[in-house]
């Protein structure tokens, strides 16, 4: 999986400079953020549903190995063909394969964090065949070449007077106002002969069930519905985690999910389909089942919580660090607090970039108490950063063992795994933050932590942390 | 078998080492603790049902049985709606008069899709719907047709007898599973299709029907 090698708080600094990007971000997450609580408030069986999501999850993980041999089997049965792809250069192999076998020079996709973690449309490219994005959002960012910011609203960081001029450019649309319905007009006109057209389509897939080898796709725009039923063949990639036991199991995800991503009580469009046995749409079905660091995330029993991950970019939205720095300072495709612990755990420690992203966080704790799977990201991100001082010290030389920044971080390393100690220590930063705190910020942090807050302020540590507050509330 | 398919199990078997050999997934327990079944009266289920769809900027309208053929008609007349796909099993008189009806299917021959994008609209039933959400569901069975039906054309008439609304997605679930085993494709559809890409502002139908407009029916 590519990851930037560059840290989080050079790309940071970069993303705070700026301006219309920290509004458009701000903007949009203060919405979402506020529709998102009354979405959830309209049901009064939430936590219940959240805890049987994680629990539904956390089934799946343990026994990952017995439920993708049975989702294999029932997709099998029911006409489509499976695949499997250790890596993203296996992956793009097969999808290319599909797609050159049935002569296509063009395939329409549906928006898919899978493909773009693979990069396959930059590998169908090179094997000469165009990739078509229908999403309008991913329409937008791949006419501009581009990169998504965001895992639900990817073009956040553009302005409709830019994608006037875009449109304008590529799509060769002369007269266009920069009225959101005439852009999308537009972009409705140049997609629908693209879909007539294509043969092959691509997806990714929200869910598959093990039990009757069901895909799941959910989406807003209708293309998704497009991509996965007029194309004579579909081709679907997914991530080995996305599997759940049964078909009742979607009862779950189908409240937690639309309510936490768009904050809406459905999504406009889900579809449902079994391999070909419907005896309508596509006539070929692939199923492509992608590992490409998912295994090695297993391997962690602490850090594998974020597998659970149903991608509403809930945490996203909630998280300060986030609302300011804009999703292209995470380096990856994953962004947010979900990127920052699941973006090292896929590419593994080592690196600068993955490196940092664990402290890429002020801990507040928001993306825990909104993630409609309950993965404690604090927890994960305090691990991992335990892991990563780990690992600097048993890789490093005499002199790195020695030098105070080294110290700094095996006193770092300590406090992370142990946490009590952590605690104690946020205590101590609470109590002690006075001379760096100015109108309830943090202007400067000592020590190793100084580049981060070098670039930003830091929201000062909240008076009663999280956790404490979850141990009274809860515990 | 393939050597990735038995490397990557491999894999999982080796990152899983933590879990107990013994440990079967249904030790692993999921507390359904959730509302699975709807505890309103029906009547409150149906007002829930035409309030949420309608809040997606789609229309509803409540008719009775014998009413039904004059609100199609109204409906259509209202969107100047002439050739009209119309799904297998629809009757024959809800097609008013002097709409051309394009069918499925007939002599033999599919609609192309190039024709299902040239109509005016479709007309359509439903499988079930769901009030909680506000969700029209489609399975393909009676009145539905094929996927493409109800994806193609720009505007979406659709009829949902009371009997067929449900309160809560779990009873949709349970409701569809047969359905499922036998490998039938089904898609949720709540409200136009959507965007709210350029600068958060909701902007209706990049893809699917911009218009949906639901009927809902006392039989
Ligand atoms: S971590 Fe949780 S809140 Fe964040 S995107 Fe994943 S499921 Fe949503």
Redesign the pocket.
């Known amino acids: 999986m590519k990851v930037s090698e560059r840290p989080f708080q050079a790309l940071a600094r970069e993303a705070l400079a700026d301006s219309q990007l920290r509004r458009n971000l701000g903007h949009a997450t203060a919405t979402i953020r506020k529709k998102r609580a009354a979405a959830v408030s309209e049901l009064p069986d939430w936590e219940e549903l959240r805890e049987a999501g994680a629990a539904i999850k956390e089934r799946t993980l343990r026994h990952l190995d017995e439920y993708l041999v049975r989702l294999e089997e029932s997709v099998t049965k029911a006409g489509g063909e499976v695949h499997w792809a250790r890596d993203a250069r296996e992956a793009n192999r097969i999808v290319a394969g599909i797609a050159k076998g049935h002569g296509a020079r063009e395939v329409v996709k549906v928006k898919s964090i899978a493909t773009d973690e693979i990069r396959l449309n930059d590998h169908l490219e090179k094997e000469g065949i165009e990739a078509v994005e229908t999403d309008l959002a991913e329409l937008i960012i791949q006419l501009a070449g581009e990169e998504s910011s965001h ?1 639900l609203v990817p073009a956040i960081h553009k302005n409709r007077a830019e994608i006037r001029e875009l449109f304008r450019e590529k799509l060769g649309a002369k007269d266009l106002s920069d009225d959101p319905r005439d852009l999308t007009e537009t972009a409705r006109r140049y997609l629908r002969e693209r879909f007539l057209a294509a043969k092959v389509g691509i997806s990714g897939a929200n869910f598959a069930v093990a039990e009757t080898g069901t895909i799941c796709v959910v989406e807003s725009e209708g293309n998704g519905r497009m991509c996965t039923t007029l194309p004579e063949v579909l081709v679907t990639v997914m991530g080995i985690e996305k599997v759940v036991p049964t078909w009742r199991d979607l009862e779950v995800f189908m409240q937690l999910l639309p309510r ?1 991503s768009t904050a809406e009580r459905m999504n406009p469009y889900t579809s449902f389909w079994s391999g070909t046995s419907s005896g309508e749409g596509p006539r070929e079905f692939h199923l492509v089942l992608l590992d490409n660091g998912r295994t090695q995330a297993l391997s962690d029993p602490k850090g594998r919580q974020a597998l659970r ?7 996203l939205n909630v998280c300060p660090v986030y609302e300011r720095v804009g999703g292209h300072s995470y380096g990856s495709v994953y962004p947010g ?2 990127g920052a612990i699941l973006t090292p755990q896929l590419t593994g420690l080592g690196r600068k970039g993955p490196d940092s992203l664990p402290y890429a966080s002020s801990l507040c704790g928001a ?1 825990y108490e ?4 309950k ?1 404690n ?1 604090p927890e994960v991100l305090i691990h991992l950063r335990g892991r990563v001082v780990r690992n600097r010290q048993d890789s490093g030389s005499p002199a790195a063992k020695l030098d105070p920044e080294g110290a700094a971080m095996r006193t770092l390393a300590r406090t992370f795994a142990d946490r009590r100690l952590y605690e104690a220590a946020q205590k101590l930063a609470r109590a002690g933050q006075w001379p760096l705190a100015r109108g309830g910020r943090i202007r400067r942090l000592p020590g190793p932590l100084s580049g981060w807050t070098a670039v930003r302020d830091l929201e000062a540590v909240p008076r009663k942390t999280f956790r404490e507050w979850w141990r009274r509330e809860r515990g | 078998m393939s050597q990735a398919r038995e490397e990557i199990l491999r894999r999982i078997r080796l990152a899983t080492r933590d879990v107990p050999q013994e440990e079967s997934p249904e030790d692993v327990s999921v507390e359904r603790s959730y509302r699975v079944e709807s505890v309103s009266p029906h009547e409150e289920v149906v007002g829930r049902f035409v309030e949420n769809v309608s809040e997606y900027r789609a229309s509803v309208r409540r008719v009775g049985e014998e009413e039904l053929p004059e609100a199609i008609r109204e409906a259509l007349a209202r969107r100047g709606a002439r050739r009209l796909v119309v799904a297998p099993g629809v009757p024959d008189g809800w097609i008013p008069e002097g709409v051309e009806a394009l069918r499925d299917g007939e002599g033999g021959r599919p609609l192309t899709s190039e024709e299902l994008d040239a109509s005016d609209g479709v007309l359509s039933g439903c499988a079930l719907g769901i009030a909680q959400s506000g969700t029209v569901v489609l399975d393909g069975g009676r009145m539905q047709g094929r996927r493409a039906l109800t994806l193609l054309p720009d505007y979406h008439l659709c009829v949902i007898y009371e009997d067929q609304i449900v309160e809560l997605v779990p009873e949709a679930v349970r409701r569809l599973e047969g359905g499922v085993r036998e490998g039938r494709s089904i898609v949720f559809v709540s409200g136009p299709s959507a965007t709210s890409d350029i600068e958060l502002d909701r902007v209706e139908g990049v893809h699917g029907p911009r218009t949906l407009e639901v009927l809902v029916c006392r039989r």
Do not use: E, F, G, L
């Open positions: 895992i936490s991950c149903i991608r509403c970019s809930a945490c607090p979900i993306c909104v993630c409609p799977v993965i990201i």
